[in-house]
């Protein structure tokens, strides 16, 4: 029992270990796209490099509350 327990925190450790990494790669990639459309678009205050990242934050912080919730009702019902 205790080896199936294990290995649920380490699948769960594995899972969760790149997220830092990913949340970078997300924000530099919104930051990127924002400063491009700015320039493109003539748009002087920087505002899609201040909406884009905002948003794809929310979008990020949404789908860990989903996935952490999910995995808590998952728990519950064994």
Same mark, same amino acid.
């Given at each position: ?9 380490? &699948? ?15 924000? !530099? !990639? ?6 491009? #459309? ?9 505002? #899609?490099?201040?909406? #884009?990242?905002?948003? &794809? ?11 952490? &919730? ?9």
């Amino acid at each position: 029992m205790k080896q199936k327990s294990q290995r649920n925190n380490n &699948s769960d450790l594995l899972r969760y270990a790149g997220l830092g990494g990913q949340i970078f790669a997300v924000l !530099a !990639a919104t930051v990127f796209i924002g400063l491009k #459309l700015d320039k493109w678009l003539k748009i002087s205050p920087p505002l #899609l490099v201040i909406i #884009l990242p905002v948003l &794809s934050l929310i979008g990020i912080f949404y789908k860990i509350f989903r996935d952490t &919730s999910k995995r808590k009702d998952q728990d519950e019902k064994k």
